[in-house]
Structures are given as C-alpha cells and as structure tokens.
C-alpha cells in the first residue's frame, strides 16, 4: 500500500506521524520501551495531546531483535496468531550513552538515536567490526492515518495503518514472500499478502508467507496473520516498506550471515518442515480432475505403468471419486466405485499407497451439510445463518475449524478413510475464505483469511501422524501460510501446460523455498489443458528432479503414452534415476527437517556471494550437491550457468569448468544435471522402487576432490536413522576414505586419474573404477595423471 506523493508529500488525505525523538525509556531485563512523541517536545506544554508511539525491543532469541511499535495499546488483541517458539530469557543486553540506546542480541544490535527515534540495525563480526545491515528513519516507521482531518475529526483506527520503512543498500535484493510467480527477485514488486485462488500466471499466491530475505544475509518476518502490504523499492526505491491496518505493528529482524542461517532460525521460529516418508518421494500419478474413471481405468494406468518398467509409488484419486454435487462428504461415489475397500486393497497389494482429494467444503447437496450445519460446524454470516455461495460447490459452506467439536467431526470423516485403506490426503482449497463472517471462538475473520489454511492443514495432518504415525503423515497441500511448512509437501497450484507455465512454475517453487518450506512439488506436464509431447517430456525431466513428483491433470490423463512412446521412455528413465538417488536425496531430506533449509533451493541461496546466481531462477540445487538445469524450449536448448569450481554430469562424468554460462542442445532423456566439486554423491542398488534398503550395495561417488581437502557424507535408513558414514581425504594422488556402517558399499572416484595401485578389490563398471569397501571400512587408492578431458559437445558463452 502506498501512502505518499513523491519524496516529500503524502497523498491527498494522508497523515504520517512518525517518532521525532526518545522522549524517555524504560530498560527491563527482557524488554527495552521507548516513549516515541511524534513531534519535537519543546516545553511541557508539548506534551498534553498529540500522536505518540510506544517502542518495545526484545531480544526473543539469539541473532533474533523484535520491534513492535503501538498507537493505542488498549485494543483487545484477537485471534489468531501464528503459533511461533516460546521467547527465551537473558539473550537481550543492553547498553546506554548519552546520544544512544543499544539493545545486542549475540552479533546483531539495534542502535536508537534518542534525539531523532531513528535506529539502524548493525551486525558484528568475530573482530567486533560492524556492518550496517538496515535502518529506519525519518518517516519509516509511522502510524499512518488515510482520511485525516485534523485531531478534532479523528474517530478511531478504521482508516488506519502501521508501516514501517526498512533502508535497502547499493545492490542489495530481496527474496521470499512465499510462492509468487513473478520475478524472482522481489525489488520493483508490490505485494500483498492475501491468499487467492490465482493460477500460476498472475501476481496471486495461493501461498503468502509476510518474511523475506537479503543478499545481506538478513530476514524480515512480520507477525501479522492479516493482510500485510509489501512495497518492495517501490514507493521509496531503497526501502522496503510493509504496512498493517490498525494500531500495532510486530517484526523480527533475524540475523545470517547467511541467507541459509536466516532460514534456519526463521524455521526454528516458525516450525521445521517435517520430514516426510521415502514413499513419498516416489512418483505420484492421479486421474486427473475432470475425467472419467472407473476402477478397470485406474487399474489400467497402474498395471501399464508396471509393465512398461515405470516404478510407481501412489495413485492419487482426484475429486470425482465422490459423487458430484455431493464434495466433501467423504463418501465414494457408488455408481463407479462399488467396491471401493477391495479396489483399495487390490491397489496396496501392487505396492502402492493411496490418496485422496478434499477439501474443507461441503456442498448443499451433500448428505453432511445439513448435520454440519445443524451442529453449528460451519462458518456463519453476522445474523447466525451459514455462510452459503454457489462458488465451486452449489450452496457451499466451509468448515469451521476454531470449533474443536467441527475438527472432531471432519478429523472423523478421514479417520474412516484411513480406515478403509487411503494413506494420504491431498487438501485442495482453503484460500477463499470470506472476512464477512463470524467464528466459532470470536476469531478476527480478516486475519483468519489467510491463517484459516494452518487450522485446516493442520487438522488433516494431526489425523495422519494420529492414525499412520509420525514418519508415514503426509499432505499434498495448495494454499499455506506461516508456519504451513510443518505439514509437508506443498504443490504449486493451477498452471497450464506449456513452457512458460513450466517456467514460472519453477520460479513460484523458489520463491516458497526461499520462504521457510522445506519441499515443494508441481503437476508435470501441467495443469489446465494438454501439453504437447514435447513440452510433457521436458516438464517429466524437471518435475523427477524435484523433490516431489506428481502426474496430474485437468481434463486429460496424464500417463505417458497417451502422448507418444518416447515419452514412455522419458518418464521411465528419469523415475529410475530418482529411485537410485534416493540415498542421496532421503540424506538431504533429512537435513532439511533438522536444519529447516530447502532441499530444493535457490542458485541465489546456495552461492550467496556469486553475483551471476543472484537473480537465477531457471535452475535450481537439489540438495547440496546436484545442480539442476530444465529445458524451457521446443529446440532442446539449455542455457545454464555453473559457479566457480569443478562440475561433473551425474550422467556421462564429463567435467565443466565453473564460473561460465553454457550452451547446448540436449535430447529427451537428457538435462543439464551437475555434481559440484567435493561431494560424495551416495547411488543406490536399486531403481524400481524408492523404497529399500539404502546402505545396502550403496555406491558412494566421490567428485572432483580437491589436494588436501575432505569431503564427508553419510547414508540414511528408511526409519531416518544415519546407518553409514563416510569420510574421504586427498593428499596429492592418494585418496583415503573410512567407511562406517553399511553393507557390500562401493566407491568410486570419478576422474581421479589411472588408477596406480589399491589396497582392495575392484572391477571396471563403464570405464569406471569401482572399489569394493572391505570388512574394515578403510580403502587407500592411489592414481596417476591421464592427458586431456572430453570437453567436445559444449559451446562456452
């Protein structure tokens, strides 16, 4: 929301009540609270009326500053919040001179100018210099007033606002906001956050997450369920702004120095992702929406799938496996489906988990509208009816999840699904929820538009972990807010199926990962429409290289043959590939839910000092060691870009010297698919199944190690316990490695050299020396020299 006219004026109507100076402080244990005048105190007179601010600074956690600013303090603060960590106590320390206020937690510091309420926020490096990472002063941070009349008119806080301002440096960009599919980098933009059912072709976001980032190595959460007004070097170039209608603004700032360690400590805020099952990694193939099916269909997708080698991991039925006009009432339609608890036992004796679609609607028509709405489970309008629109559902009413007795009753509904044989959930919706409402538990329905997906996700996600245990709950979820990334996997929402839905489906994946969420999946071949077998193929290889993997569609099938049999082979290469990385790719899973950052993560988070990565979001890391390079034209051309390094094709072992952008034409079962220098890259036994034993037959690939270096990794079992560890060292030709744990493990060294001498057994796999890890663990290999690389194919640019 923008308030001013110019550098100098505010709009017509606008009033902008800014701290003029510390008027007087009061320092506590945890808390520092500034009395903010609005205007200069000259004599005492000064102080009988007028705009002022109250400043309270807490130091929550270590590197983390909270600033909440107040008008008026006595508004009844109401539901909801996010549900964030509880503060810590002893972290903040604070100083006074004459001129300054300083309140430190750990390296990061905010320093209060009393004679102007200006402050700036300043990190210290080990030696105690200091780096200004932002300020706020002369008008940043305000009480905003959008129909102002003079003090006499003033009648309350309805066309109120809180903002505040936040300085941006010389080349210093802006990332996050949750998954928003316009341009990656957020200067320029005008966000609010305020989830809609948009696409993924227009600047809505089914997922509005208020924090962002910095190539400073800084974050910026606001918490403010409600819709929060983001002007990104817009309004004022060099500062972000962000405003909230009312009386009370509250921000972290949250120090790196890494964009990475800003994600880990938001996430420590807010929630770690879980981690999901290995199951889930597999691929996914659903009905699609709107087509017709039947068991004898899905069977035969499920059994074409097998006998053309493609390994499957779950069959998703979308929405029409109940009756139509009757969503939700989580009851399968008869007329197609008249045996579903054996249909489902047939399917799980091929090997498959089962999910389903909901959503936390339910239709007119609908056998549980009426005991929904009797019970008083719904959403209501100000004089006690049910809220009802002919959106989506004719007469539709939503489920009202502040009532536990409505979450008891809906939870129920899954229960006896789970029951009868599905395991998962896809919950579609939660986006368009109405303000003009009245809850359950008095809850404020304008922040409730968008926390009302956490409630909803949540209470699907409890019934899992209640029903299948903790390692085994999963959601395919749409729409999200703070803390959703709790409740894993997220997809992209509705996008159509050629290469640019493709592109800025990605960019949309990066922006949410950028946002605190872990995992993150898309419909390959897209959405809405039928993609061309070219641009199916393409998408198949980016969508098995993400760290989920779903076929869906609207009004088609989205199985492989239905376009051409290339295809086939297409979708089954790149399945296969993804089963034999699932030791390396369960690993940084695993790291992910620890640690909270992505495991599909930006080139920009990844290489935060490498100026060419800054604004890439074509390409993308899976995991800390592969670089992934999808293919956006019909001519097969890939434009990428390596960092500085060493970078080996997971593919053939060819080596690209880093700090270049490339050029070259790819076929189908090929992409730009890079190991970074220094990694041990962990392969598994086996493709047809994302779901083994992953230490068993392990070949460990180590990459591009450099003299005196070592690389390090470990390998997890399918219950996410660490089962083996490994260790390599270089010194000149001579590589050591000690491995911990695992059985009949394998090492290879790719292009080491010409391999000289080994202390242990080894065969030749492709030209490859593979090393068979004896009882001991311990290998020594020594190689020498070999002339030249095959660098031919490849156009340097």
């Known amino acids: 929301m923008k308030f001013s006219n110019g550098c100098w004026l505010q709009k017509e109507g606008c009033a902008c009540f800014s701290p003029a100076q510390v008027y007087f402080s009061k320092i506590e244990s945890d808390r520092v609270v500034l009395c903010a005048p609005t205007g200069r105190i000259g004599h005492r007179g000064d102080t009988l009326g007028g705009v002022n601010l109250t400043i309270e600074i807490s130091a929550p956690w270590s590197e983390v500053l909270r600033v909440r600013t107040f008008h008026h303090m006595g508004r009844r603060e109401r539901a909801p919040q996010f ?30 100018e009393k004679e102007s309420g200006a402050f700036r926020f300043v990190r210290r490096n080990a030696q105690g210099a200091a780096e200004k990472l932002t300020a706020s002063g002369w008008r940043d941070l305000a009480y905003m007033k959008t129909d102002w009349k003079g003090a006499a008119y003033d009648r309350g806080s309805g066309d109120a606002y809180m903002r505040e301002q936040l300085s941006l440096s010389v080349g210093e960009l802006v990332y996050g906001l949750g998954e928003r599919f316009s341009a990656f980098v957020k200067n ?54 962000f405003s909230v209608p009312g009386e009370e603004l509250d921000y972290f700032l949250i120090n790196g120095p890494t964009m990475k360690e800003v994600l880990m400590r938001y996430t420590d805020i807010t929630g770690k992702p879980a981690l999901p099952a290995p199951w889930t990694f597999g691929l996914w193939l659903s009905t699609s929406f709107t087509t017709n099916y039947d068991e004898e269909t899905v069977s035969h997708f499920v059994d074409g799938m097998a006998e053309r080698g493609i390994p499957l991991s779950v069959f998703h039925f979308d929405c029409f496996w109940m009756r139509d006009f009757h969503w939700c009432d989580f009851a399968w339609d008869s007329r197609v489906f008249p045996d579903p608890e054996g249909m489902l036992r047939r399917l799980k004796e091929k090997g498959l988990k089962i999910c389903v679609w909901i959503n936390s609607y339910v239709g007119q028509e609908s056998p549980l509208f009426a005991e929904g709405a ?19 559902q004719p007469g539709l009413a939503i489920v009202d999840f502040t009532n536990p007795e409505a979450c008891e009753w809906y939870a129920g509904k899954l229960e006896a699904l789970l029951d009868l044989g599905v395991d998962c959930f896809k919950t ?12 359950y538990d008095g809850s404020d329905p304008v922040k409730m538009h968008n926390y009302y997906t956490y409630l909803y996700n949540r209470t699907v996600y409890e019934v899992l972990r209640r029903k299948k245990g903790e390692r085994d709950a999963i959601l395919f979820a749409r729409s999200a807010t703070v803390g959703g990334q709790k409740f894993p996997v997220h997809w992209g929402g509705d996008c159509w199926s050629d290469y640019e839905s493709m592109e800025e489906s990605l960019r949309g994946g990066l922006s949410l990962t950028s946002s605190g969420f872990g995992f993150w999946s898309h419909d390959i071949g897209g959405f809405e429409s039928t993609s061309t077998p070219d641009v199916y193929k393409r998408w198949c290889a980016f969508g098995l290289l993400s760290t989920h993997s779903r076929l869906h569609g609207s009004n088609s099938y989205r199985v492989p043959w239905n376009y051409d049999e290339e295809s086939v082979e297409v979708v089954r290469h790149f399945a296969r590939l993804k089963a034999r990385l699932m030791p390396y790719l369960y690993r940084n899973a695993a790291e992910t839910h620890e640690t909270g950052i992505p495991m599909m993560r930006s080139m920009a988070l990844e290489f935060m000092e490498d100026r060419n990565c800054a604004y890439l979001a074509d390409q993308y890391m899976l995991g800390d060691s592969l670089l992934v390079a999808p293919i956006f034209n019909e001519e097969g051309i890939a434009e990428y870009y390596l960092p500085e390094g060493r970078w080996t094709s997971l593919a053939d072992g060819e080596e690209k010297a880093g700090g270049r952008w490339y050029r070259e034409r790819h ?41 005196g270096e070592t ?49 242990c057994s080894y065969e030749t796999d492709g030209g490859s020396v593979v090393f068979a890890v004896p009882e001991n663990g311990t290998v020594e290999v020594e190689y020498q020299e070999e002339g030249g690389n095959n660098g031919g194919g490849t156009e340097c640019i």
Request: aromatic share 10%.
């Open 83 to 112: 549900e964030i960590a509880e503060p810590q106590s002893g972290v903040l320390l604070t100083e006074e001179t004459d001129t300054l206020l300083i309140m430190r937690s750990a390296s990061l510091s905010v320093e209060v």
């Open 188 to 241: 320029g933009q005008s966000v609010d956050i305020w989830n809609e059912d948009g696409g993924t072709s227009t600047d809505q976001s089914y997922k509005n997450i208020p924090f962002y980032m910095t190539n400073r190595g800084y974050g910026v959460f606001v918490n403010h369920p409600e819709r929060v007004s983001f002007e990104v070097a817009t309004e004022a170039v060099t500062k972000v702004e």
């Open 374 to 392: 009797e019970r008083g489970y719904f959403l209501k309008r100000p004089n006690g009816d049910v809220w009802q629109w002919d959106m989506w």
């Open 428 to 439: 579609d919706f939660g986006e368009r929820i109405p303000t003009d409402v009245v809850y």
């Open 667 to 707: 076929g189908y079962l090929s992409i730009p698919l890079y190991v970074r220098e220094g990694s041990i890259v962990a392969l598994g036994a086996r493709d047809d199944n994302a779901v083994y034993d992953y230490a068993d037959g392990v070949t460990l690939k180590v990459y591009a190690l450099r003299d």
């Open 711 to 759: 690389a390090k990794t470990c390998v997890y079992d399918t219950e996410a316990r660490k089962v083996l560890n490994v260790v390599v060292t270089r010194s000149g030709m001579c590589y050591r490695a000690e491995v911990s744990g695992g059985s009949h493990v394998k090492l290879a060294f790719v292009n080491a050299g010409v391999l000289k001498h080994a202390d």
